[in-house]
């Protein structure tokens, strides 16, 4: 792998640009592999990555059966925050961000992370306590938090509507002034160069339809192009993740949701932070295109078709403009959906499964992108190791039989 | 959005509906008798089903009545539409069987 640098750029431009190199390799898939990894989405090459530099495991393939980042990497409006409200919780995404605030130097690829800042809107007297109640449980476990009022809202947001007689009037918000934004598709990119270059096989077109096993032991996976051999095997596959546990034999408290985003026309720069409001449904920051970048809600019925309904964004839009009247005659310019995998307590479940050497990530919902390193750190762990990390530990599967839930859907649900 | 037949009012925007997740979980009859793996299982666990699912819908904006529905959840197309406490039509039945999704 050439180092990617000032120097590498200038080199390049001298050339037109013709001899850049391709930034990792497309072999066929070997017979057999220590480690296969279902899933060519952030968190499945975070895995692979951190399987190759922390654990030394190296003999590992990332199947995707379309393109890399094509499934909920690529289509999210990349938010990124760990104020997230119980210590469990706290813990992971903290690590995640954490992670995310050296990767563009770890992985030498500019993941464009912006911390601009996140706030997260309250709208009446609950909202203000379980904010003030969320900021003050983070700063405990050592995360960076405030909870503003108006007049401090107002300063970084001149152009939001403070008005009091709306019908959900901007009350307070907490604020994480690390939280941000990063470029999705160069996570996704930057993390397979290099765990292409840390000898790692990505994989793409290479659809997984169905598992080994014997004696309840993984033995490989059956795809598209012929059966792979496996030690172990992660399986990473967001919305999927019950098609493929009903494969493997076990039930998994999945249900899969679409879940939208749009981009508007690009203006000039008007908003320099991420706003988020959970009770209105929406979201906006701006892109550095200048596109506003806006979210919604779920829809409420499951769906595999990567489509939402137009009335979840007909309600999301109207939120968006009571509290951005300013946005009111802009156009968008593009719509799409994503399928999520939402669970129960709104948290993610990284853990071992029932078949021996199957370990199952998945149950990231809406806000699974702010994890993408963190996830990909502790679930290389699980696999490593066999047992999980202590960070993840909580998050195991057996958690709806012992009823130890990690109830998130404060924090998350739809600010994601 | 789709449009969803409620069998008292007739075809209507989904708008208008509620979604009820899963059909055909039956309360278990002594719960007390159940392991937690049991329960878990009762409580979260899902068909999510790639294809022919059976699910509940329940008409909020208009008679408030619930059915159930068989929906391929990959196209979204509504297959079959029948009455709490029903069966799904045979022919959807096969379906399932048979796994197809289209
Ligand atoms: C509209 C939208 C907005 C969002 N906004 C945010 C946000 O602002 N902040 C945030 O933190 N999160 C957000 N999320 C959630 C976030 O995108 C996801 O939680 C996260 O990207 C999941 O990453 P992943 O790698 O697990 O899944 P994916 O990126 O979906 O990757 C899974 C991959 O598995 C592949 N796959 C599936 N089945 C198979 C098979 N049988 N064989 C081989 N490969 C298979 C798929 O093709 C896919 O590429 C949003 C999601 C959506 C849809
Ligand atoms: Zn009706």
């Known amino acids: 792998m050439t180092k990617y640098s000032i120097f590498s750029l200038l080199r390049n431009a001298m050339g037109y640009h013709r001899d850049w190199q391709q930034a990792w390799r497309s072999p066929d898939p070997k017979p057999e592999y220590d480690v296969v990894i279902v899933g060519g989405g952030g968190h499945g090459l975070a895995t692979a990555y951190y399987l190759a530099k922390e654990h030394g495991i190296t003999n590992v393939a990332v199947l995707e059966k379309g393109w890399l980042g094509g499934g909920n990497t690529g289509r999210n409006t990349t938010i990124i925050r760990s104020n997230y409200l119980w210590d469990e919780s706290a813990f992971l995404y903290e690590k995640s961000l954490k992670l995310y605030e050296g990767l563009s130097q770890d992985i030498n690829y500019n993941i464009m992370l912006s911390q601009r800042g996140v706030l997260n809107l309250a709208h009446n007297l609950h909202d203000v306590r379980e904010t003030q109640r969320r900021v003050n449980a983070n700063r405990l476990n050592g995360i960076d938090g405030e909870y503003i009022g108006p007049e401090e809202i107002r300063k970084l947001v001149p152009i939001i509507n403070l008005d009091p007689t709306i019908r959900y009037p901007v009350l307070g918000s907490s604020y994480q002034a690390r939280g941000g934004t990063a470029r999705h598709d160069a996570v996704a990119w930057g993390l397979a160069r290099a765990s292409d270059a840390r000898g790692v096989d990505i994989i793409q077109n290479c659809e997984v339809t169905g598992f080994d096993i014997e004696k309840g032991q993984i033995t490989g996976v059956q795809t598209n192009r012929g059966q792979i051999k496996a030690k172990k095997v992660g399986v990473v596959v967001a919305g999927h993740c019950t098609v493929m546990s009903d494969m493997a034999g076990f039930r998994m408290p999945i249900e899969s949701h679409p879940l939208q985003a749009m981009v508007s026309d690009p203006v000039k720069p008007i908003i320099d932070v991420v706003v988020m409001s959970g009770a209105v449904h929406c979201y906006v920051s701006q892109s550095d295109k200048g596109e506003l970048v806006l979210g919604a809600g779920i829809d409420a019925h499951t769906s595999y078709s990567q489509r939402g309904s137009l009335h979840i964004i007909e309600e999301q839009i109207a939120a968006v403009c009571e509290l951005f009247p300013i946005f009111s005659r802009m156009r968008l310019m593009r719509q799409w959906g994503g399928i999520v995998d939402t669970c129960p307590d709104a948290s993610p479940i990284i853990s071992k499964t029932p078949v021996d050497g199957l370990y199952f990530n998945c149950g990231w919902g809406t806000g699974g992108f702010k994890a993408t390193p963190g996830s990909g750190w502790v679930f290389a762990h699980t696999i490593a190791r066999d047992e999980p990390h202590e960070i993840n530990a909580p998050f195991s599967l057996d958690r709806f039989s012992t009823g130890h839930l990690i109830d998130e859907h404060g924090a998350a649900a739809v600010a994601h | ?102």
């Open chain 2, 1 to 102: 959005m789709f449009l969803i037949t409620c069998p008292f009012c007739g075809e209507r925007e989904e708008s208008e509906f509620s979604y009820g997740h899963e059909a055909h979980i039956a309360r278990p009859e002594n719960p007390e008798k159940l392991s937690d793996a049991e329960w878990a299982d009762y409580l979260f666990m899902r068909k999510n089903t790639k294809g022919v699912h059976l699910e509940r819908w329940v008409h909020t904006a208009g008679c408030r009545r619930w059915f159930n529905a068989a929906r391929n959840t990959h196209t979204n197309e509504i297959l079959a539409i029948y009455k709490m406490g029903e069966q799904p039509p045979k022919e959807i039945k096969a379906m399932i069987e048979k796994g197809k999704t289209s």
